[in-house]
């Protein structure tokens, strides 16, 4: 089976066939580094650290360059470092621009290494490719694409014919239905800035046009172009991105010439208790105030992965203990086994447009069959750690007390009848051919968490990590 990956572009899914399988080339929009990273930035980062993941599995670790940017050029990183200013800090606003960035920086990668992300090949920071995007810039204004107006450069929106392909909208809809910036220095109020002004103070580069700074989508087409040329295989972002900033990217890259991205794939956003996450509501948290409030990032990794990329993702509080409960019930099972081959059972829908919640449910499946080495691989395929000293410790100290809870149900009279009626049953299906009352008891105990273990030697019945005490008892 090739990978289906569904297409923004074309509005539907499609086979995936990469333009060089021995150079799979990926982008994704990266934040914007003037604070923590909030629980929504996470999701893009989850759903295509499995895409990647996924990549790497059928072409090779070496045959997949991933990149993913970090804005550390914008208004909202230049406020924050005036307040600090403000606030009697020490340096310049640049300094300070500069000293703000490399922190965020620094407590994202902590944030997205404890949720389980690889890192990117490439994490390009803006202000490294500054020169690029002033010859980008400079080579849009010579075709015909862009032009200078005090200090200014803009795109000529209506010179891409195309404009509103991606969002499906026309550009004379979005006019009406958009608040635009109207400027005395703009051709058309749908022209964005390239390029504009910095005063003396603001973090700035010399340019044709003056000193200045890169207006925000310039900076993804030309860090994509240096990095993975003129033509790649995929772009990737949240939903909210798709218009304007990847409508805008697309603009300017195919403006140039550049072939761009072949496949745009889009997350949904993400909810709170089934509300949009917002300051105002009280529902607003980092990734960060959830590891220190004690909520393991492999739990966090386990809830956002459990709803497909393309749904709305509601983070509620019983998700977060049901994602534990499962969680540690794997690691139990899985204690003594070893990594092999991820099953096709996992792979075929992750293949199938990053179906992970399929990929999860067969993981259920082989924690109540035992099938506990196709398990450890399929986790440590999606990136939870298999490795006891790197899960976190109250995840085990659950998996190590079911080991408590199975002992005693294990030994109880109740299990002892139901076993012996179970040997019971078997012997008489070995003389007689009908395995159906065995199936029917095996099926039964099996749905409530009892492994069943038939040998040779007889039937030995042992409660799982999921097992439903109530229904065990209940079960005549």
């Known amino acids: ?50 895409l990647f993941r996924l ?13 993913r940017n970090f804005t550390d050029v914008d208004d909202k990183i230049n406020a924050t470092a005036l307040a600090r200013k403000e606030a009697g800090a020490e340096g310049s606003l640049e300094d300070l621009v500069r000293e703000r960035s490399n922190e965020t920086i620094g407590w994202y990668h902590e944030d997205m290494a404890a949720l389980g992300a690889l890192p990117p090949t490439h994490e390009p920071r803006a202000t490294e490719f500054i020169s690029q995007m002033i010859a980008m810039i400079e080579g849009l204004i010579e075709k015909g694409h862009a032009y200078a ?35 005395p220095f703009k051709e058309d109020p749908m022209d964005f800035v390239l390029w504009k002004p910095s005063d003396d103070e603001l973090p700035g580069w010399e340019s044709p046009w003056g000193r200045g700074r890169p207006g925000w989508h310039i900076e993804c087409s030309a860090m994509a172009f240096e990095l993975l040329g003129e033509s790649f295989d995929i772009h990737g972002g949240g939903n909210d991105l798709t218009f304007p900033h990847h409508e805008n990217e697309i603009a300017q890259s195919k ?22 996450m917002s300051k105002s509501l009280g529902n607003f948290f980092t990734v960060r105030d959830l590891l220190d409030q004690g909520v393991p990032g492999e739990v966090i990794r386990f809830v956002m992965l459990s709803t497909h990329y393309r749904k709305p993702m509601d983070w509620t509080e019983k998700k977060r203990r049901e994602a534990e409960k499962i969680l540690a019930g794997w690691y139990w099972t899985i204690r003594g086994s070893s990594l ?16 992970v919640s399929a990929a999860i449910s067969a993981m259920h499946k082989m924690a109540r069959e035992g099938q506990t080495d196709d398990l450890r691989s399929a986790m440590a395929f999606l990136g939870f750690p298999v490795d006891e000293a790197l899960v976190s410790a109250s ?4 998996a190590r007390a079911l080991d408590d809870i199975a002992d005693a149900m ?47 030697d007889g039937v030995e019945l042992r409660p799982g990590p999921f097992f439903d005490r109530d229904q065990l008892e209940a079960l005549k």
């Open 1 to 50: 089976m090739t990978i289906q990956l569904y297409n923004t572009a074309t509005r539907s899914k499609e086979a995936f066939m990469p333009l060089d399988p021995s150079n799979v080339r990926m982008y994704v929009c990266g934040p914007t580094v003037y604070d923590r990273a909030h629980l929504g930035n996470a999701r893009p980062v989850l759903v295509f650290d499995t």
């Open 55 to 67: 990549l790497r599995h059928e072409y090779g670790s070496d045959a997949v360059t991933y990149v």
């Open 149 to 183: 107006k005090e200090g200014h450069v803009l795109f000529r929106v209506r010179s891409y014919t195309e404009y509103g392909k991606l969002s499906g909208r026309s550009v004379d809809d979005m006019i009406a239905g958009a608040r635009v910036e109207v400027a």
């Open 255 to 276: 403006c140039m010439g550049h072939g761009f991205a072949q496949v745009w794939m889009h997350n949904e956003m993400l909810q709170v208790e089934g509300k949009k």
């Open 340 to 355: 092999k081959e991820v099953s096709d059972a996992i792979i075929s829908p992750i293949k199938s447009d990053l179906n």
């Open 395 to 398: 995840i085990m100290d659950t």
């Open 410 to 456: 294990h030994d109880s009279e109740h299990l002892a009848s139901i076993s012996k009626r179970f040997e019971e049953l078997r012997k008489a299906a070995l003389v007689t051919r009908d395995f159906a009352e065995v199936d029917k008891l095996k099926n039964q105990l099996t749905d409530i968490g009892v492994e069943v273990r038939m040998s040779k």
